[in-house]
């Protein structure tokens, strides 16, 4: 099993749209977990940190199901912003992050 | 401003002529780090360092050299560049020893092509 795998999409949507991204991880020791994003051939930013189940920030949800080792991002009414590749990010198990390879979105007029 | 800065930003050179990739924080940052970003294999860890004069291996350290005589630097060597070496190269600092906990800020990136 990967250390993370994540549909590299892309998701085409349109704007205001509803869109969930998952992720599952396969270290089990992981105990803190991000979404980065990444606009084409720029630096990843930090999105939101997860923390216990889950948590939400504006129209940024991220769920945590460390039963089943999945991580999720829903994004609600979608922006052209929006458009950018999503990295899911768990904690590996000695102090450094995991990086998956990103889900591709782009939000379309 | 905080930030890490990155130079050069762009790189094309020849196999076999060594060059450094300089990376700089000014936020006193402890922790500090090299990822290589190639398309399909996502970022991958070159070499990261807990503190100055302490540095250690990543997931892909192959053909790189770093070191860490500064708190503020972490500069990246390749000593003999190879064409698979061709690859977008970020520097990441983060704010604790712990980098799993807490948010990583990411250099604007170096692309170097290698021919």
């Known amino acids: 099993r990967k250390e993370v795998e994540q549909d590299p999409g892309p998701f085409n949507v349109p704007e205001g749209a509803t869109v969930a991204f998952n992720c599952t991880y396969s270290?089990?020791?992981?105990?803190?977990f991000f979404w980065y994003r990444q606009d084409c051939r720029k630096e990843p930013k930090l999105l939101m940190s997860v923390y216990s189940s889950g948590n939400e920030d504006g129209r940024f949800t991220a769920q945590l199901n460390r039963a089943s080792q999945y991580i999720s991002l829903l994004i609600r009414d979608s922006k052209l912003s929006d458009s950018a590749t999503y990295l899911c990010?768990?904690?590996?198990?000695?102090?450094?992050?995991?990086f998956g390879k990103g889900t591709k979105l782009s939000v379309k007029p | 401003e905080a930030q890490v800065t990155q130079n050069p930003r762009y790189l094309i050179t020849v196999t076999g002529k060594k060059l450094t990739v300089t990376c700089s924080q000014n936020m006193n940052h402890e922790y500090m780090s090299w990822y290589r970003q190639d398309p399909g294999l996502g970022l991958r860890q070159i070499y990261y360092s807990m503190n100055v004069e302490v540095t250690d291996k990543g997931d892909v350290p192959e053909g790189y050299k770093v070191s860490r005589k500064e708190k503020r630097n972490f500069p990246l060597i390749l000593e003999s560049p190879s064409p698979n070496q061709t690859s977008l190269y970020f520097c990441?600092?983060?704010?604790?020893?712990?980098?799993?906990?807490?948010?990583?800020?990411f250099g604007p990136g170096t692309r170097l092509t290698v021919l």
């Open positions: 990010v768990p904690g590996g198990s000695q102090g450094n992050l995991i």
């Open positions: 990441a600092s983060s704010t604790i020893l712990a980098p799993s906990t807490d948010t990583q800020y």
């Open positions: 270290n089990s020791a992981s105990q803190s």
